[in-house]
């Protein structure tokens, strides 16, 4: 009888084990994930790219742009800080490496009609980015927008006494050999020249790259900012993200929608063409009439989510030549558009300190919503153009 006992007992607790063993392999409950595997890291390639499993499910929310990717890739990410980098719409330049990469693109003219971009990386895969080129003063109120000490990547930049003074406003901010990443104090190889990148030889200041983990290579290693500085303090202390929502249902976007752009008049080479797409719920870019596309993929560049955003902008008067320096009053409010889900909202922008946020509301005042993905601001003057179709 003892016997019988015994067994009932040892078959009991085989069960339970069995029953447990199960429900913490195939549950995502907190006390399953306890006991599962870690997360497995990405793979590196023989030439050191990163590769993410495009497989696992994609649960985790990019605080930059509401974009979801794996945990995977979230656990990558958590171990860096954000990363403005200026890169040149210089016709010459393009086609760009690494646009289609960037977790939100702001684009202004740098000078004579030309445009030029600061790409923020976070989220997105490691990937070569360029050509990188110079600082502008307003540029500086965007990527201080991204919590503390944000990394910012550029080769010199502007640098008259006065009020369009980039270097000169980035050594006040105390960002000067710490999360300031100037070419002309880092270099090889971190940075390279690539002259014959696009197949032909171009002038010297369209051939600045780099790639996005070198330099958060440099950053933690050289100037000990990783996800947290020194002192222990996290990047996003103060940081205030937008708000997300998930793409429209089908029914409820536009069948069609084109947004025309143009930052300066005659300067048609620089003017821009967004076609909406029901099925993917993107936009796609024209750049002075013709696709605008990513060397790195070879595909034309996209976007979730359009911004415009109108400012006064005027020369600063610097005595720089042919005072090509220009100033965006950047702080205060504006008119706005944003562009979602094929549909047209009216907007306002507002932007009380250079490390506020810009805030973007709708006719009622409220907060808009972006759907998750990429953002794309186009920061016009007054005066500028946008026609929509």
Excluded at 20 to 41: D, G, H, M, N, W
Excluded at 93 to 100: D, E, F, I, T, V
Excluded at 270 to 283: F, G, P, R, V
Excluded at 284 to 289: D, F, I, P
Aim: aromatic share 12%; glycine share 8%; hydrophobic share 35%.
């Amino acid at each position: 009888m003892l016997k019988d006992k015994k067994i009932l007992l040892i078959a009991f607790i085989v069960y339970f084990l069995s029953t447990l063993s199960s429900y913490l392999l195939f549950t995502k409950s907190p006390l399953a994930q306890k006991f599962t595997s870690p997360v497995p890291p990405p793979t590196t390639t023989p030439n050191g790219e990163i590769v993410f499993d495009e497989t696992l499910p994609k649960t985790e929310v990019c605080p930059l742009n509401g974009a979801k990717y794996s945990k995977q890739q979230k656990t990558w990410w958590e171990k860096h800080r954000p990363l403005g980098i200026m890169i040149e719409n210089h016709e010459n330049a393009r086609p760009q490496s690494g646009l289609n990469s960037a977790d939100i693109i702001y684009e202004a003219v740098a000078e004579g009609g030309i445009t030029r971009t600061l790409s923020i990386y976070y989220c997105g895969a490691p990937v070569q980015i360029g050509p990188i080129r110079s600082a502008r003063t307003y540029f500086l109120d965007w990527i201080s927008e991204y919590g503390d000490s944000p990394l910012y990547v550029h080769v010199g930049g502007a640098n008259t006494p006065g009020p369009a003074d980039a270097l000169g406003q980035i050594s006040d901010f105390g960002w000067n050999t710490y999360n300031d990443l100037n070419q002309f104090s880092i270099g090889f190889p971190t940075f390279w020249r690539d002259y014959n990148r696009l197949g032909h030889a171009t002038a010297t200041e369209h051939t600045m790259y780099s790639t996005t983990s070198k330099l958060w290579d440099f950053a933690a290693k050289n100037r000990k900012l990783s996800t947290k500085n020194e002192d222990g303090v996290s990047w996003d202390e103060g940081f205030v993200p937008y708000e997300f929502k998930d793409d429209a249902p089908s029914t409820e976007r536009a069948s069609s929608q084109g947004v025309h752009i143009e930052f300066w008049e005659n300067a048609g080479d620089y003017n821009i063409d967004w076609t909406y797409e029901k099925a993917s719920n993107q936009y796609s870019r024209k750049n002075g009439g013709t696709a605008h596309i990513d060397k790195n993929t070879g595909k034309q560049l996209t976007a979730k989510n359009l911004v415009v955003l109108y400012m006064q902008e005027r020369s600063a008067n610097d005595g720089y030549e042919n005072n090509v320096h220009l100033l965006y009053k950047t702080k205060g409010t504006g008119k706005a558009q944003v562009f979602m889900d094929g549909k047209e909202i009216k907007a306002t922008w507002s932007k009380k300190t250079r490390t506020d946020k810009t805030i973007l509301t709708d006719e009622s005042g409220d907060e808009i919503k972006f759907t998750r993905g990429k953002i794309w601001f186009h920061i016009l003057p007054l005066e500028g153009i946008v026609r929509v179709k």
